[in-house]
């Protein structure tokens, strides 16, 4: 008994460093949990037995992909895809994706105008993001009119004094458009860190490249992956635009990634390759950065807890193991007799109180 009291302090020590790795822990998970357009490759699988990749391509500023490139890579996306046996479920599509591109464009009303760095867009855009409507209705790169936008709240009330403005026109660069839609901006700390103060306005990339001279800077697509790493290796062979991060966005908080965002921190702030990334996968990396911190103080907190264990099992084996069951479940019996025999006491008192 002696020599397990001997440990006694060192016995607390390991229960908090536990207590803290459990709360790091449960911090990376939360904070891995973050950001809703991550698990767009769980929401497009659905019930599917099927395995799906959510891959992401983010292209240098001086690469100006077209949208004729970005079709002609859906179609080889398409070729390959029949030549792994993979067919679309019935009724059903195989994959999906979206593509967008910034660029600088001046919206006014009579109530008000803005310089607004705006976000075009093609595909099934609002698949992948999902900002919450208050109004109105998304748009997508399908839509036979491509003269719809969506404004955040905020740029709605700049623009209109008003946030229920679905339906209202403005002009952009001198030309009409109406508002399809107004959404919030996301509220997560992440996406407040990445917000581009200028932003909140949504359009056809298609009418955003005739306005600006703007590319294409982000390709995004949520496809089958009957094999580890086949949609990644598919991207990185076929993919039109060279000198491209390609993501895996969907292992993006797994062990391998989070080891290796640990493993280069820091030094990947620094871009020397021309790539500006959206708002979402900014706040994305600034969840990676949190998660690596948090996931590697875990494993600090944990390793002497478990080095304690290993040595009192070689030192004192079950005997010794035995022993401090027995003293722990001593200790907790006093405190409850304890606190028991303090009641006793009070309520005693209280009718020795009331008898006098």
């Known amino acids: 008994m002696k020599r397990i009291l001997e440990h006694k302090k060192l016995l607390i020590l390991n229960i908090v460093l536990v207590f803290l790795s459990v709360l790091c822990l449960s911090g990376f998970f939360i904070v891995s949990g973050t950001l809703d357009h991550v698990d767009s490759a769980k929401r497009w699988k659905g019930e599917s ?5 959510y891959i992401s391509c983010f292209m240098p500023v001086n690469y100006k992909t077209d949208e004729n490139s970005v079709y002609s890579f859906g179609k080889t996306i398409d070729s390959k895809m029949v030549e792994a046996s993979i067919e679309a479920p019935s009724g059903g599509s195989l994959w999906n994706f979206a593509y967008s591109g910034n660029g600088i464009i001046t919206a006014s009303t009579d109530r008000g105008s803005a310089e607004i ?5 093609g595909g099934d855009f609002f698949f992948f993001h999902r900002p919450v409507l208050t109004s109105g209705n998304y748009i997508s790169g399908n839509d036979l009119m491509q003269d719809g936008v969506v404004l955040e709240k905020e740029l ?3 623009l209109f004094g008003a946030t229920e403005v679905s339906g209202m026109e403005l002009l952009i660069n001198g030309n009409r458009y109406y508002v399809a839609g107004v959404i919030e901006a996301e509220k997560d700390f992440a ?9 909140g306005l949504y359009m056809s990339y298609t009418k955003l490249s005739e306005l ?11 496809l089958p992956s009957p094999v580890s790493g086949f949609a990644l290796n598919l991207f990185k062979e076929n993919f039109p635009a060279k000198n491209c991060d390609i993501i895996e966005v969907n292992k993006r908080y797994g062990i391998k990634n989070i080891l290796s965002v640990a493993g280069s921190f820091g030094e990947r702030s620094m871009r020397t390759d021309g790539i500006v990334f959206p708002e979402w996968e900014n706040a994305a990396r600034l969840t990676e950065d949190y ?3 948090l996931f590697i103080l875990s494993v600090i907190f944990i390793l002497l807890p478990l080095g304690f264990g290993i040595y009192l099992g070689r030192k ?17 019996e006093k405190i409850y007799d304890d606190h028991n025999r303090k009641i006793y006491e009070r309520n005693l008192r209280e009718k020795e109180e009331q008898n006098q």
């Open 49 to 53: 037995e099927l395995s799906y990749s």
């Open 291 to 293: 998660c690596a911190v």
């Open 316 to 332: 004192y084996g079950k005997i010794g193991l035995s022993k401090l069951w027995i003293f722990a479940k001593d200790r907790a």
């Open 117 to 121: 760095c705006a976000v075009g867009i």
């Open 156 to 158: 709605a009330w700049k």
């Open 212 to 222: 600006t001279d703007t590319g294409i800077d982000c390709y995004e697509a949520v």
């Open 191 to 199: 996406s407040k860190k990445a917000k581009i103060p200028s932003g």
